[in-house]
């Protein structure tokens, strides 16, 4: 079970070097180069959305059937057990959200240099004319 986590929190951090990197200020060349590279990396890394709302899913369905354990009938071991699959249940969804959030803002930031190129070719036209 613990395979899929950190498949996905390698997928995050290697999300964030992406974005990290594509913010960077560096020369136009090697931008356009970078996030023609990253645009067609962005096509097939799209199955983290699906993988992402799928943990989700089943910590929700996890969560909705787990055995309470509130009463006086609990021990401390398994009040403290109980507590710890809680915050592991919240730092995933934490970590699924991010890996959806990150991807979308990666997507986005080709997108906008792609349209920034877009417009420059145009003005070069406009400017050759």
Same mark, same amino acid.
């Given at each position: 079970?613990?395979?899929?986590?950190?498949?996905?929190?390698?997928?995050?951090?290697?999300?964030?070097?992406?974005?990290?990197? &594509?913010?960077?200020?560096?020369?136009? &060349?090697?931008?356009?180069? &970078? +996030?023609?590279?990253?645009?067609? &990396?962005?096509?097939?890394?799209?199955?983290?959305?699906?993988?992402?709302?799928f943990?989700?899913?089943?910590?929700?369905?996890?969560?909705?059937?787990?055995?309470?354990?509130?009463?006086?009938?609990?021990?401390?071991?398994?009040?403290? %057990?109980?507590?710890?699959?809680?915050?592991?249940?919240? %730092?995933?969804?934490?970590?699924?959200?991010?890996?959806?959030?990150?991807?979308?803002?990666?997507?986005?930031?080709?997108?906008?240099?792609?349209?920034?190129?877009?417009?420059?070719? +145009?003005?070069?036209?406009?400017k050759?004319?």
């Amino acid at each position: 079970m613990a395979l899929q986590w950190m498949i996905l929190t390698y997928l995050v951090a290697a999300e964030a070097a992406i974005a990290t990197l &594509l913010t960077l200020p560096s020369p136009k &060349l090697l931008k356009y180069r &970078l +996030v023609s590279l990253i645009s067609l &990396l962005l096509q097939p890394a799209i199955f983290i959305v699906p993988f992402s709302g799928f943990q989700l899913l089943d910590i929700y369905w996890k969560m909705e059937h787990r055995l309470m354990c509130t009463g006086e009938t609990c021990t401390a071991a398994e009040r403290d %057990r109980y507590e710890k699959s809680m915050y592991k249940a919240q %730092r995933n969804v934490i970590l699924c959200i991010s890996a959806c959030l990150l991807y979308w803002c990666v997507y986005r930031i080709c997108k906008y240099y792609k349209e920034i190129q877009s417009l420059e070719e +145009v003005e070069k036209r406009y400017k050759d004319q």
